[in-house]
């Protein structure tokens, strides 16, 4: 029998990360053919943009129970160390190590020699507030979720700014849950921010005054403060501007100037010889300096339009007062009589039973979301069926799309019913 030369004949007998990974240029074939900082394996990618940088999921194979039950960690690593983000995120993380407990810990932060990439471990939290609000109707938090997140994210700028660094990314994508192995004590109450990859570190005493020099404007535009549209450095201010944006988004599912980035994203879809000479659409900062408090936060707590306007008087480098900030909402908090510590949520018992559809939406919430939420646990199958089957009938009707909506129904929830609609495709199985 003649033997097979694995050297010579590589096209069955190749390593599979070569064969999924055929570039060496590319992030992935540098972090997939080894052990990264000789001690995480990656098994899942995340994202990896340009090929250049990548976030990954990996186990700890270096703990005491091997690779029979690894821990399960972040990586996110960098072909090119001195990239912007890999710099700002790796000295982020040195700072905040120190001191600040709702980060996630860096396990390792160095240059990997042998893979070529420099690479920052990271513990592995829970699903972010984004995962959560798509769990939701309409993908919107009711009014004591968005005050357990103020209360608990003003607690945690004031934290980082301490430290000397500037967030520069708030998004419900970078706020996240506890992992779940830690005790309920912490982990399913305390909510944790990632990605500190467009932070800054300034020290105000010495630069009291923004920048001379106009900065590249990076990150989440539909966040960012305006002062970052015009590329001015960033202070406290501007995180706490950026949490304003997102308590409105959290609670209304949009922000009034999403309609102007659908238009324009919808003009770049469009073939060029499709396109029609129209007037340019405002900048995303246009919408945002003419917006009023009163749309901003419509139909929320007055404290919301309160905190927005105190943060709005804020110079740069000022620090904000965080207590009388927080303690704004705690009176908001128990004025609605929402129960508990002020600010604490059981987060992952949330998540349970919204993924169980058992979910019964607390005071401060609106007629018009509770009955949303019932018709879509009915939509999925989620509501028992009762002994008279009227459940049964009902989801039927809503599945063959003639469904009735009655006199005297939301125009808004009718709207958003028809709109649904147009959206969902109809499978074998159901909706999908």
Same mark, same amino acid.
């Given at each position: 029998?003649?033997?097979?030369?694995?050297?010579?004949?590589?096209?069955?007998?190749?390593?599979?990360?070569?064969?999924?990974?055929?570039?060496?240029?590319?992030?992935?074939?540098?972090?997939?053919?080894?052990?990264?900082?000789?001690?995480?394996?990656? =098994? /899942?990618? $995340? +994202?990896?943009?340009? @090929?250049?940088?990548?976030?990954? %999921?990996?186990?700890?194979?270096?703990?005491?129970? *091997?690779?029979?039950?690894?821990?399960?960690?972040?990586?996110?690593?960098?072909?090119?160390?001195?990239?912007?983000?890999?710099?700002?995120?790796?000295?982020? =993380? /040195?700072? $905040? +190590?120190?001191?600040? @407990?709702?980060?996630?810990?860096? %396990?390792?932060?160095?240059?990997?020699?042998?893979? *070529?990439?420099?690479?920052?471990?990271?513990?592995?939290?829970?699903?972010?507030?984004?995962?959560?609000?798509?769990?939701?109707?309409?993908?919107?938090?009711?009014? /004591?979720?968005?005050?357990?997140?103020?209360?608990?994210?003003?607690?945690?700028?004031?934290?980082?700014?301490?430290?000397?660094?500037?967030?520069?990314?708030?998004?419900?994508?970078?706020?996240?849950?506890?992992?779940?192995?830690?005790?309920?004590?912490?982990?399913?109450?305390?909510?944790?921010?990632?990605?500190?990859?467009?932070?800054?570190?300034?020290?105000?005493?010495?630069?009291?005054?923004?920048?001379?020099?106009?900065?590249?404007?990076?990150?989440?535009?539909?966040?960012?403060?305006?002062?970052?549209?015009?590329?001015?450095?960033?202070?406290?201010?501007?995180?706490?501007?950026?949490?304003?944006?997102?308590?409105?988004?959290?609670?209304?599912?949009?922000?009034?100037?999403?309609?102007?980035?659908?238009?324009?994203?919808?003009?770049?879809?469009?073939?060029?010889?499709?396109?029609?000479?129209?007037?340019?659409?405002?900048?995303?900062?246009?919408?945002?300096?003419?917006?009023?408090?009163?749309?901003?936060?419509?139909?929320?707590?007055?404290?919301?339009?309160?905190?927005?306007?105190?943060?709005?008087?804020?110079?740069?480098?000022?620090?904000?007062?965080?207590?009388?900030?927080?303690?704004?909402?705690?009176?908001?908090?128990?004025?609605?009589?929402?129960?508990?510590?002020?600010?604490?949520?059981?987060?992952?018992?949330?998540?349970?039973?919204?993924?169980?559809?058992?979910?019964?939406?607390?005071?401060?919430?609106?007629?018009?979301?509770?009955?949303?939420?019932?018709?879509?646990?009915?939509?999925?199958?989620?509501?028992?069926?009762?002994?008279?089957?009227?459940?049964?009938?009902?989801?039927?009707?809503?599945?063959?799309?003639?469904?009735?909506?009655?006199?005297?129904?939301?125009?808004?929830?009718?709207?958003?019913?028809?709109?649904?609609?147009?959206?969902?495709?109809?499978?074998?199985?159901?909706?999908?």
């Amino acid at each position: 029998m003649q033997l097979i030369d694995n050297s010579s004949n590589k096209g069955f007998f190749a390593i599979i990360e070569e064969v999924v990974h055929p570039h060496t240029w590319h992030v992935n074939a540098k972090v997939r053919r080894g052990i990264v900082l000789g001690r995480y394996r990656v =098994y /899942r990618t $995340l +994202s990896t943009e340009t @090929g250049d940088r990548g976030v990954y %999921l990996a186990y700890d194979i270096s703990s005491k129970a *091997g690779c029979t039950a690894p821990n399960k960690v972040v990586i996110k690593a960098w072909m090119d160390p001195t990239d912007k983000e890999c710099v700002a995120e790796s000295s982020a =993380y /040195r700072e $905040l +190590s120190k001191a600040v @407990g709702h980060v996630p810990a860096a %396990l390792s932060n160095s240059h990997d020699n042998e893979l *070529g990439v420099h690479a920052i471990a990271l513990e592995k939290l829970g699903p972010s507030l984004e995962d959560l609000q798509g769990l939701l109707p309409e993908e919107r938090f009711d009014e /004591r979720m968005v005050m357990a997140v103020a209360i608990q994210m003003i607690d945690r700028y004031r934290e980082v700014h301490a430290r000397g660094i500037t967030h520069s990314g708030t998004k419900p994508a970078n706020i996240c849950l506890s992992a779940r192995s830690k005790p309920s004590t912490l982990g399913d109450k305390t909510l944790h921010i990632i990605d500190f990859g467009l932070s800054s570190q300034t020290d105000i005493a010495k630069e009291p005054l923004p920048s001379q020099h106009i900065i590249e404007v990076i990150g989440n535009r539909r966040l960012m403060s305006i002062n970052a549209h015009h590329g001015f450095s960033q202070s406290q201010r501007d995180d706490l501007e950026s949490l304003g944006y997102l308590f409105s988004l959290l609670f209304h599912g949009f922000l009034p100037w999403d309609v102007a980035l659908e238009a324009r994203a919808q003009r770049e879809r469009k073939p060029n010889s499709d396109r029609t000479p129209v007037d340019p659409l405002p900048k995303i900062w246009r919408f945002k300096s003419s917006t009023p408090a009163s749309m901003l936060f419509k139909d929320m707590h007055p404290v919301f339009v309160e905190f927005w306007k105190e943060v709005k008087s804020f110079a740069h480098g000022e620090v904000p007062p965080y207590d009388h900030l927080k303690e704004r909402f705690v009176d908001a908090w128990k004025e609605r009589n929402f129960g508990g510590v002020p600010g604490e949520l059981d987060w992952w018992d949330l998540c349970t039973k919204l993924r169980k559809g058992n979910f019964e939406w607390g005071a401060g919430s609106d007629a018009k979301l509770k009955y949303t939420y019932g018709r879509k646990s009915t939509l999925m199958h989620v509501n028992a069926i009762d002994s008279d089957g009227e459940v049964e009938e009902e989801q039927c009707r809503l599945k063959s799309q003639e469904h009735d909506w009655g006199a005297g129904r939301d125009e808004n929830l009718r709207d958003a019913y028809a709109r649904r609609k147009g959206l969902m495709q109809r499978g074998a199985g159901g909706w999908s």
